[in-house]
């Protein structure tokens, strides 16, 4: 098993910036992937960010050039640095951890981008 625990959101204006930290506790040496996803009001969960253990990173569209993840392999965590932030950004922004075929998700942090 494999908890995850996000921290960092908060209310923001448009154009600043917000980082996202997400410890793993746990099994953690089973863990190869971790990524974040983001659910806004009335809408599907989408993917945000990713990170492999091999270091390789992957963005959706939508935030390229804007959000950088950072992986810990050392203490199985992951972060979001979130720049230039847009009121669509707004939504609960969830940590995910791929163990295998399992997925597992934290708790979910609030971002809200609003003037």
């Known amino acids: 098993q494999v908890q995850l625990v996000e921290s960092g959101g908060g209310l923001v204006q448009p154009g600043g910036s917000l980082r996202l930290s997400c410890a793993a506790s746990g099994s953690r040496y089973s863990i190869n992937a971790m990524g974040w996803y983001r659910q806004a009001p009335g809408k599907q969960r989408e993917f945000v960010a990713g990170s492999s253990s091999n270091g390789n990173t992957n963005y959706a569209d939508s935030v390229k050039g804007r959000f950088t993840i950072s992986r810990d392999n050392a203490n199985d965590a992951v972060n979001l640095q979130m720049d230039n932030l847009k009121p669509e950004d707004t939504a609960v922004y969830f940590c995910?951890?791929?163990?295998?075929?399992?997925?597992?998700w934290g708790q979910g942090t609030q971002v809200t981008v609003s003037s």
């Open positions: 995910n951890a791929l163990s295998g075929s399992t997925s597992y």
